[in-house]
């Protein structure tokens, strides 16, 4: 069934996924907060990536609950909390408490919906504030803090901490706290004593750190941008742009393994005396990372995430994991535990393989820790289930307790996109779409149970084609599309592409803008049933039809397919059937012929063409395709990197991208470099 995406937005998702800096960067004063009734489970869908990996997710609810009454069991005591609740580690550290554990606990409070263990965990938090507002790191099982570094913050807590507050304010409002207030001071704290001035640099703790010594398993983008969100305080991207920067330096040096190690300088080189293996420390970060990527879609996180995923899916998958490897990939360690298989798990749900991600989540079912240390393993395993079965949504968005309504961003842009149309030469009246012998560039989209994946494939006899693969539900949706946006084709009659596939009805559909801001316009469709050997289909636009069973709010309701206003090709589920199936040569047909033209040599591009990356005389979309695939360090060809350095500032990164989705938004009419 394709009912919830009838319900989405596929406009909204052609400008998320074309202009997601400008959709995370844009946010601006202060968040309004109210009580939410968002409710566990959340059944929520992520905005991007893929949102629950359990094959039946009403067990899956019932195990965590189950996994929740057993971490409080374990781990929650009133002895030696002075009248409250306090996280206790295990034997192995005689049942203290450190700041970290805290800031799981709180967090999982938050998610349980347990406001009262919520208040009695940060009562006892409060006890412990050192003279920066921020809690000291480890405590006693009596109470005392451990050793005079004791009460110097880890800034890993204190964010976590920070980030429940936020959570907690808009789920309760106020209670025995005013949440919200309580957030912004130590939110505001963090800033002050734990990022470094003048570089951004995330401290590892109050008292020392910074660019000769930072914790990459500390970074957390995703929280950042609530902090900015819910402050107005838009210092906190620049912090989460730093962290980036600094992984991106340790990319250059782990030969693309995307591994990170426990402790680095800020230009990613081992910290003098502080480990830079990849172990229990380094272990959290995929986690944190991909979390950045399913609420905010940035790429970057999925760049990590991706690297990190398919290293391991090359060592050997889910069961071959231990804990411990150099940044370069070769093993240290020899376990097989609970801190490292649900973070890397974390690193799949950025939607690049199912079948790895599922197996990686039935490992971190499967695998729970034992023995005298175990708190730290096993609390990770809770909050990446959590996460990994669609129960860790940004609660500062309202999920109204059974998810949202549609998996798409709901942030959208003050003005649609609009790129003057441009169609490359054709010869016999044709188009060519995609071959699949370049960059992928189709976008997948699933939930309520379904799901999907597509790549690069290899067809029979050679060549590439796209490979879709997808699992059906009986109120589930999937589907893969190609935004059309700036691409002309309004004289063309016919589509045509080659396909192969398991013979299950499968939707083509063409969608139109919207007359309304946000919304999709008309949605046509002709369904087509793939046989198992390739086959060539050439469809007459006059074919398509108004999808039948429900229209979107932006349809103008004329009953006519404008190929003028065409935003969208997709693939589409129908049922709940699953199978697979390859498709190549997508073509737009019919076509004014052109006739070719002479070989030349290409001209430079003139001097101040700011925006025009490839050359062609025209700024949309093509342009800010070329831009994000350099930053995503996918090699492009004749792209003009002179003109994509939009600020001036000699280096082309994401900030660039910004500025031009920007612009292409409308929301500026120039570029800084040309003031």
């Not at 398919?310 to 804990?323: E, L, T, Y």
């Not at 188009?431 to 699949?436: E, G, H, N």
């Not at 001209?603 to 005389?617: A, L």
């Not at 500032?649 to 009419?669: C, F, H, K, N, P």
Request: hydrophobic share 35%; aromatic share 12%.
């Amino acid at each position: 069934m394709v009912k919830q995406l009838k319900k989405t937005g596929t406009f909204l998702l052609v400008l998320a996924m074309l202009f997601t800096s400008f959709a995370v960067l844009t946010g601006n004063g202060l968040t309004e907060v109210k009580a939410s009734s968002s409710k566990f489970p959340y059944n929520a869908t992520y905005k991007y990536g893929f949102s629950s990996l359990a094959d039946d997710q009403a067990a899956a609810n019932a195990m965590l609950l189950a996994e929740w009454e057993d971490w409080k069991a374990t781990y929650v005591t009133s002895s030696g909390a002075g009248g409250f609740r306090r996280v206790q580690r295990d034997a192995g550290s005689n049942f203290d408490t450190v700041s970290e554990g805290m800031g799981y606990g709180m967090i999982l409070a938050v998610y349980f919906d347990d406001q009262a263990l919520f208040d009695d965990f940060y009562s006892y938090v409060k006890l412990y504030h050192n003279g920066n507002g921020l809690m000291g790191w480890q405590i006693d099982r009596n109470g005392n803090i451990v050793g005079p570094g004791g009460k110097d913050c880890a800034t890993d807590a204190d964010e976590d901490i920070a980030l429940a507050l936020v959570f907690a304010s808009k789920k309760w409002g106020s209670g025995k706290f005013n949440y919200g207030e309580e957030a912004k001071r130590l939110i505001n704290n963090l800033y002050n004593y734990c990022v470094e001035r003048g570089t951004n640099v995330l401290k590892p703790g109050d008292t020392w750190g910074g660019s000769q010594v930072t914790n990459p398993s500390y970074f957390a983008p995703a929280w950042y941008k609530i902090f900015a969100q819910f402050t107005g305080d838009n210092r906190w991207n620049s912090v989460a742009d730093k962290c980036y920067e600094i992984v991106d330096s340790i990319n250059r040096l782990n030969g693309g393994t995307g591994l990170v190690p426990d402790w680095c300088t800020a230009q990613g080189t081992q910290a003098s005396g502080m480990g830079y293996n990849y172990t229990y420390d380094a272990a959290r970060y995929p986690w944190r990372t991909a979390i950045d990527y399913s609420w905010f879609g940035d790429s970057r996180a999925k760049k990590n995430c991706d690297l990190i995923a398919n290293f391991f899916k090359r060592q050997g998958g889910a069961s071959a994991i231990v804990d411990g490897y150099t940044i370069q990939g070769s093993r240290t360690g020899q376990y097989h535990n609970a801190t490292f298989i649900g973070p890397i798990a974390s690193a799949t749900m950025t939607g690049s393989d199912l079948n790895f991600a599922k197996e990686l989540y039935n490992e971190t079912i499967n695998v729970k820790d034992g023995g005298d240390y175990h708190y730290y393993g096993n609390s990770l395993r809770l909050m990446t289930l959590l996460y990994l079965t669609g129960n860790f949504p940004n609660l500062l968005e309202d999920t109204g307790g059974s998810g949202p309504s549609t998996p798409y961003p709901t942030t959208t842009p003050t003005s649609s996109p609009k790129p003057t149309p441009s169609t490359p030469p054709t010869q016999d009246g044709e188009l060519l779409i995609d071959d699949f012998e370049g960059a992928f560039t189709w976008i997948t989209y699933d939930g309520e149970g379904a799901s999907v994946s597509a790549a690069k494939g290899v067809r029979d006899g050679g060549g590439s084609a796209m490979d879709v693969s997808y699992s059906g539900s009986a109120s589930g949706y999937w589907g893969v599309l190609k935004v059309m946006v700036g691409t002309d084709i309004s004289k063309a009659t016919g589509i045509s592409f080659d396909i192969k596939g398991t013979g299950n009805q499968i939707r083509l559909m063409l969608v139109e803008e919207g007359s309304i801001a946000g919304e999709d316009g008309e949605q046509w469709e002709y369904v087509i049933s793939p046989r198992n050997s390739w086959t060539t289909l050439e469809i007459p636009m006059s074919q398509f039809s108004p999808r039948s069973d429900w229209q979107p709010p932006g349809a103008d309701g004329n009953k006519r397919l404008d190929l003028n206003k065409i935003i969208s090709i997709h693939f589409a589920g129908m049922n709940a059937n699953s199978g697979s199936f390859m498709v190549d040569n997508v073509k737009i047909t019919g076509l004014p012929s052109t006739q070719p033209t002479p070989t030349q040599s290409p001209k430079p591009t003139p001097p101040g063409s700011y925006g025009d990356i490839n050359g062609d005389g025209i700024i949309n979309s093509s342009d800010y395709a070329l831009l994000t695939r350099h930053i995503l360090e996918i090699p492009v060809q004749n792209a003009n990197l002179n003109n994509a350095d939009l600020n001036g500032d000699g280096v082309v990164d994401s900030l660039d991208a910004t500025i031009l989705s920007r612009y292409l938004l409308e929301v500026i009419d120039r570029f800084p470099v040309q003031r």
